[in-house]
């Protein structure tokens, strides 16, 4: 039996069958997850009718129904996944051996500098900061195992070890 095909005003939207290699994702059940979760809840324009909608619906085809799923969520699936992951804090890691800590904040600092529009003494922590992310547990490591770690609790900040080339 040949596939119904959607009504004209959602022409070249996709089904999950069809989405899924376009987003690159390997199952179509996480696409089904994603429509769930995101993508019926969204608002978007829909290309044909230039009208906004939900970015996923179901459509009734007669005797059963599909989802069809917005090309321009679909399309711009792997833009918004850098763009989320371009949020993210990145860890560096260099030889104490070859530059300081200091002089490698330093170096960094214009380069972030640069890429907010501000000279290097105006970044603010959120913008950019350069160390330890994280407190030492205060007390022993064996009297306190069993309760959560708590990152407001007063401790001493941890002084970084930066990787050593002779170890």
């Known amino acids: 039996m040949p596939r119904k095909e959607f009504p004209e005003q959602y022409n070249g939207w996709y089904r999950i069958s069809d989405a899924r290699p376009v987003m690159g994702i390997a199952h179509a059940q996480y696409v089904r997850q994603l429509i769930g979760k995101k993508f019926q809840h969204e608002d978007v324009i829909n290309p044909n009718t230039g009208k906004m909608e939900k ?10 129904k599909v989802w069809a799923i917005n090309p321009t969520i679909v399309e711009g699936y792997n833009t918004r996944q850098a763009t989320r ?5 990145y860890m560096v890691r260099f030889d104490s051996a070859v530059m300081a800590p200091f002089d490698l904040e330093a170096a960094l600092r214009p380069i972030v500098a640069k890429a907010y529009g501000v000279k290097p003494t105006e970044l603010t922590d959120e913008q950019f900061t350069f160390g330890p992310a994280y407190r030492k547990k205060s007390g022993s490591s064996d009297s306190d195992s069993s309760g959560p770690f708590d ?3 007063s401790a001493e900040p941890v002084s970084l070890d930066f990787l050593d080339a002779s170890e």
């Open 85 to 89: 992951s371009g949020l993210r804090r």
């Open 151 to 153: 990152l407001d609790e």
């Open 55 to 64: 970015g996923a619906m179901k459509l009734d085809m007669g005797s059963y």
